[in-house]
């Protein structure tokens, strides 16, 4: 399967844990977006990297949540201090130039 | 003027018949117009995507029709199967970063 991979799937934590998330892009994709999607509505964006610099945050990736993309490969979403307000479904996307962009399956993050 | 706006907000339509969801936005800035379809638990996958040059595109049962001037755009999905039961994104994006701005979603539903 060469499409855009998420570990883990699922995801439970107790308030105040750290997670981490990873995201694995199809081969050769400079872009790699970030976006969290809650119960019946539309993936809001949260970040992107072109290669291995992260060029935008959005507003809601408050200073709990930090991202990385070592060597332009694969990214990770890392959020500290989780609040129950983080539970979402975190996706992850590639793209060669940006416009078109493939998503991965998801990590549903449920946080008691 | 980030917003992009979707209706309705959920459809049933009888086997073979036409699925048509709208979105409007604002912002004249956008330049690449993608729409999703989303099964429960997996993350969205592309359709069909059209750039403001263009008023219609399709492929196979689905096509787009763009209207530059009235600033709205609509997916109509052709003779329509119970397998098309899902939720369907429009989307926007400005060129250079490409995040994409979702709609609300509409959650179709094919009836046998």
């Known amino acids: 399967d060469t499409g855009v991979s998420q570990n883990p799937r699922h995801k439970i934590t107790k308030r105040g844990q750290n997670v981490t998330f990873r995201c694995d892009p199809i081969s050769e994709h400079n872009r790699l977006y970030w976006y969290r999607q809650t119960l019946g509505q539309g993936p809001e964006f949260l970040t992107y990297?072109?290669?291995?610099?992260?060029?935008?945050k959005s507003r809601l990736l408050s200073d709990r949540f930090s991202a990385e993309r070592p060597k332009g490969s694969f990214s990770t979403l890392e959020i500290q201090r989780t609040e129950q307000g983080d539970s979402a479904m975190y996706l992850c996307?590639?793209?060669?130039?940006?416009?078109?962009?493939?998503f991965g399956p998801g990590t549903r993050l449920t946080v008691l | 003027q980030q917003q992009v706006k979707q209706s309705p907000q959920s459809l049933i339509v009888q086997k073979g018949g036409i699925s048509i969801i709208n979105c409007a936005y604002e912002?004249?800035?956008?330049?690449?117009f993608p729409w999703y379809q989303q099964f429960p638990g997996k993350g969205p996958a592309l359709l069909i995507a059209?750039?403001?040059?263009?008023s219609e595109k399709k492929e196979g049962r689905f096509t787009i029709s763009f209207n530059k001037s009235a600033k709205q755009f609509s997916l109509h999905i052709m003779d329509s199967q119970p397998g098309d039961s899902a939720t369907y994104f429009c989307a926007a994006a400005t060129p250079g970063t490409y995040k994409y701005i979702f709609g609300t979603g509409t959650r179709l539903k094919v009836l046998a």
């Open positions: 912002n004249t800035a956008f330049d690449y």
């Open positions: 059209i750039r403001p040059d263009v």
């Open positions: 996307a590639s793209s060669p130039e940006g416009d078109t962009q493939y």
């Open positions: 990297f072109q290669n291995e610099a992260q060029l935008e």
